[in-house]
Nanobody, 122 residues
Framework: VQLQASGGGLVQAGGSLRLSCVAS????????MAWFRQAPGKEREFTAG????????VYAGSVEGRFTISRDNSKNTVFLLMNRLKPEDTAVYYC????????????????WGQGTLVTVSS
């Protein structure tokens, strides 16, 4: 499975961005999906996850209420809508896939996409 993330850019604090991750080379609906992020000088961290059917989601505490993960299985795409962005949200954002019904934090991801950079100015 190949994952291609896009949608990053420069945005002012308080603004919004929507990231997309398109999957190819596999059966997208067989995978739960997630977004991770890595800020400069920090380790990569879990941000949001979604189950195969799109009904089950989980978020890191730092983004809950501001970010929304969703998926469109007909387009092999997972999205991350980011609202009320803060400078501390600045990071490279990665999408990842697990061949499980529900996304499991702490369980190895089988596939990773390349990152897309989000920069939030104050």
């Amino acid at each position: 499975v190949q994952l291609q993330a896009s949608g990053g850019g420069l945005v002012q604090a308080g603004g919004s961005l929507r990231l997309s991750c398109v999957a190819s080379g596999g059966t997208f609906r067989s995978y739960s999906m997630a977004w991770f992020r890595q800020a400069p000088g920090k380790e990569r961290e879990f941000t949001a996850g979604i189950g195969r059917r799109g009904f089950d989601t989980v978020y890191a505490g730092s983004v809950e209420g501001r970010f929304t993960i969703s998926r469109d299985n007909s387009k092999n795409t997972v999205f991350l809508l980011m609202n009320r962005l803060k400078p501390e949200d600045t990071a490279v954002y990665y999408c990842a896939a697990q061949k499980r019904m529900f996304y499991g934090r702490g369980i190895n991801n089988e596939y990773w996409g390349q990152g897309t950079l989000v920069t939030v100015s104050s």
